[in-house]
């Protein structure tokens, strides 16, 4: 995997829609962002990709970003009333995907230009980033879970 995880240097070879494998809990649903523990998660020193989102009736992507310490930027976003505030809409979730630091602004420029989220970062690559399409939590959501009984539905996103 040159994409993802520990692989190989080499640049990847995209010629689809990779799927970056998003994080769950054990019990196969997305944790809820608020009450998250992310170092007993074991994401001090690890980077990746994260969404986050609002469940509710009409869930909506809230914010997505990159890191090199996940465990850090959630106890920092958690703090963030600009994020915080959208918790009264059905509760916030998150997931994250392990992308290696060399591919995560292509990834990240593909995911907020077709998520479109609510709260808007500042640190999203320019227009001269290559995107880099992978499948978001939605579609294996949708194709893995199937049910709205278990977890709220992650957010149709916005065109």
Do not use: C
Request: overall charge neutral; glycine content about 14%.
């Amino acid at each position: 995997m040159a994409l993802f995880g520990l692989g190989s240097k080499k640049d990847p070879q995209i010629s689809s829609v990779q799927d970056p494998g998003w994080v769950r809990s054990p019990g196969g649903r997305f944790h809820r962002f608020i009450v998250l523990d992310a170092e007993k998660e074991g994401l001090s020193g690890i980077g990746g990709i994260y969404a986050i989102w609002h469940g509710g009736v009409r869930p909506e992507w809230v914010y997505i970003g990159k890191s090199n310490d996940l465990a850090a930027t959630f106890q920092e976003l958690a703090g963030n009333g600009d994020i915080r505030n959208y918790n009264v809409r059905g509760g916030l979730f998150v997931s994250w995907a392990l992308i290696r630091e060399e591919f995560r602004n292509g990834v990240l420029y593909f995911l907020n230009d077709s998520m479109k989220p609510l709260v808007p970062n500042p640190d999203i690559p320019g227009k001269g980033v290559t995107p880099i399409p992978v499948i978001g939590p939605l579609t294996e959501y949708k194709e893995i879970v199937g049910s709205a009984e278990k977890d709220p539905a992650p957010p149709t996103p916005r065109v």
